[in-house]
């Protein structure tokens, strides 16, 4: 009887084994399975939440101090603050402004080897050059002209000119005697016709950064404001290095 019975126990027992490493194979293949198909069931929610914000973005607008935000509607847009017909007219003329101002400076190369005004003209070509590109963008995203608008008036056909047809000239700018006299002028005394004819060019452009302040309901747009307050503060150090170049002492300091 033990002898007959061996060959099935051997079997059983050999049969379980063959078993029991195919379910052990198969287990961790199932369980990757199971662990991968519940990861992506879960995160089923925060790809549709991912998606569904891409497609409606959230307009959030900051609220006052001590007061809580507020979500605006989707379809809310930017609109640009209120302006006042002084602000386009400061800008406008600011331009015509600093062009001359650049004009001056591109004499500097061909008539004059002094390095600390070469230094100043290079500053102030940049900056300027810059500041208008800035003033020109300020206007066209209002959809205004670059220049001035002048009623249709025998000998005003051009912007910038009067009835008589002469050149209309910002504060400060330099007539036309005075940069013929510039272009005509070399060395020492190119530098002291450059340095007086900016000085007088920048305080210009402080008379019409005050006139704009002093408007009622203008300067109110922030750009334009911190725009024209650095003017203010940049010309006003320009005009004490021109100062100083010219042996003067600063108007402030003066007694």
């Known amino acids: 009887m033990l002898a007959q019975s061996t060959p099935m126990l051997s079997f059983n027992f050999s049969s379980r084994l063959k078993l029991r490493s195919v379910i052990n194979v198969r287990a ?30 959230v307009v959030v607008q900051p609220g006052a101090p001590g007061q809580p935000t507020r979500t605006l509607p989707p379809e809310t847009r930017a609109t640009l603050p209120p302006r006042s017909q002084k602000d386009v007219e400061f800008m406008q003329g600011m331009i015509m402004h600093h062009a001359q101002a650049v004009e001056m400076t591109a004499l500097i190369e061909s008539h004059t080897d002094n390095k600390d005004v070469r230094l100043l003209g290079a500053r102030i070509s940049q900056s300027q050059s810059d500041e208008m590109k800035f003033m020109k963008r300020w206007l066209e995203a209002r959809g205004e002209t670059v220049k001035p608008s002048m009623p249709e008036m025998p000998g005003m056909d051009m912007p910038g000119h009067d009835m008589a047809g002469h050149h209309m000239l910002m504060p400060g700018m330099l007539s036309q005697k005075q940069m013929d006299a510039l272009k005509k002028a070399k060395g020492a005394e190119f530098d002291h016709l450059f340095l007086t004819g900016m000085i007088q060019h920048h305080n210009g ?50 007694r």
């Open 28 to 57: 961790p293949r199932s369980g990757l399975m199971i662990a991968g198909a519940l990861t992506c069931f879960l995160s089923l929610p925060v790809c549709a939440q991912q998606s569904e914000s891409a497609a409606t973005p």
């Open 205 to 254: 452009a402080l008379i019409m950064v005050k006139d704009l302040f002093d408007t009622a309901g203008a300067g109110q747009d922030a750009e334009l404001f911190n725009f024209a307050t650095d003017v203010d503060s940049g010309q006003r150090a320009e005009i004490k290095i021109m100062q100083t170049l010219l042996g003067e002492k600063p108007v402030e300091e003066k």
